[in-house]
């Protein structure tokens, strides 16, 4: 299981970012990818995630409008737009985890051991 982030960086508010996860022997096996952030000092929050069958997503709503999850072929990509500085964090994309979705909205994700990356961070200032 080998998950690779990257294209996080700085930038100014209203800016934007485009990550990038490469999943290495696990997409084909995967029924959802997602991304998570964390920022020091609270707690990991899902940001968005992807069901591979169907295609559907689900945002986490104070990133609703701005964020855009996707997949090509093994990359899972996250198109951030007017980022804001609440944004900052470390950025982690995550094979299967666990989630609760209601309606459009991801409630909650849950990585699962072993199975995220090693993080890139943005910094929105």
């Known amino acids: 299981v080998q998950l690779v982030e990257s294209g996080g960086g700085s930038v100014q508010t209203g800016g934007s970012l485009i990550l990038s996860c490469v999943t290495i022997?696990?997409?084909?096996?995967?029924?959802?990818m997602g991304w998570f952030r964390q920022a020091p000092g609270k707690e990991r929050e899902g940001v968005a995630v992807?069901?591979?069958?169907?295609?559907n997503s689900y945002y986490r709503d104070s990133v609703k409008g701005r964020f855009t999850i996707s997949l090509d072929n093994t990359k899972l990509n996250l198109q951030m737009n007017d980022l804001k500085p609440e944004d900052t964090a470390m950025y982690y994309c995550?094979?299967?985890?666990?989630?609760?979705?209601?309606?459009?909205?991801?409630?909650?994700?849950?990585?699962?051991?072993?199975?995220w990356g090693q993080g890139t961070q943005v910094t929105v200032s």
């Open positions: 995550a094979a299967n985890p666990d989630v609760v979705v209601a309606g459009t909205s991801l409630l909650g994700l849950t990585p699962r051991s072993g199975y």
């Open positions: 022997g696990t997409m084909y096996s995967s029924n959802c």
């Open positions: 992807i069901y591979v069958d169907s295609g």
